[in-house]
């Protein structure tokens, strides 16, 4: 549903912050505890841990396995790499991505030695002002892909109901503005 479409990018850009918000402090705890060698160590395994249950649950559309996912995308089309190219939405999502990314880069490295550097934070507390920061982003994705949903709906009624130039200007404008969805 074209509404919920807001909702389900911001829960899943909610994950997204929910493991970087969890991880900090878990691996600056794991490194007081324990050392970096150690904190890589069991962070690798737990994930290698973690793959085993997670091919075993996953299944495609069919309900097989997922180690059978390939054979039935065999028998999708091709697309050309050139006609995705030709996508204004791929250019957008790339270059979207691509500072995004520069962001979440930033949270991700500079600002905990900034954290340790400038602001002479143990390590502990460093994980803990992380764990808001992305906590923080996470609660921010999902309040703000449910609110996209909600103003998508909206500003397409404004579109049908509008008929008058001067009242669709006026009411494009404030949905806009309200809702700051392109």
């Given at each position: 549903?074209?509404?919920?479409?807001?909702?389900a990018v911001g829960l899943y850009m909610t994950g997204?912050?929910?493991?970087?918000?969890?991880?900090?402090?878990?691996?600056?705890?794991?490194?007081?505890?324990?050392?970096?060698?150690?904190?890589?160590?069991i962070l690798g395994l737990g994930g290698l841990i973690?793959?085993?249950?997670?091919?075993?649950?996953?299944?495609?559309?069919?309900?097989?396995?997922?180690?059978?996912?390939?054979?039935?995308?065999?028998?999708?089309?091709?697309?050309?790499?050139?006609?995705?190219?030709?996508?204004?939405?791929?250019?957008?999502?790339?270059?979207?991505?691509?500072?995004?990314?520069?962001?979440?880069?930033?949270?991700?490295?500079?600002?905990?030695?900034?954290?340790?550097?400038?602001?002479?934070?143990?390590?502990?507390?460093?994980?803990?002002?992380?764990?808001?920061?992305?906590?923080?982003?996470?609660?921010?994705?999902?309040?703000?892909?449910?609110?996209?949903?909600?103003?998508?709906?909206?500003?397409?009624?404004?579109?049908?109901?509008?008929?008058?130039?001067?009242?669709?200007?006026?009411?494009?404008?404030?949905?806009?503005?309200?809702?700051?969805?392109?």
């Open positions: 549903v074209e509404k919920e479409r807001g909702l997204t912050k929910i493991g970087p918000a969890i991880g900090t402090p878990l691996t600056a705890w794991l490194i007081t505890v324990y050392n970096w060698q150690a904190m890589f160590l973690w793959l085993v249950p997670w091919m075993i649950l996953l299944k495609n559309e069919s309900g097989q396995p997922a180690k059978n996912l390939g054979a039935a995308a065999r028998g999708a089309p091709d697309v050309p790499f050139s006609r995705i190219l030709a996508s204004p939405v791929a250019w957008g999502t790339v270059i979207a991505t691509f500072c995004y990314m520069y962001f979440v880069f930033f949270c991700m490295t500079w600002m905990p030695a900034y954290f340790i550097e400038q602001r002479h934070l143990s390590l502990s507390k460093m994980g803990l002002y992380t764990f808001f920061s992305f906590g923080g982003m996470a609660i921010v994705a999902a309040l703000g892909g449910r609110q996209s949903g909600s103003c998508r709906g909206y500003r397409n009624r404004m579109r049908r109901s509008a008929r008058g130039g001067s009242r669709n200007a006026a009411a494009s404008w404030a949905a806009r503005r309200w809702c700051s969805v392109p």
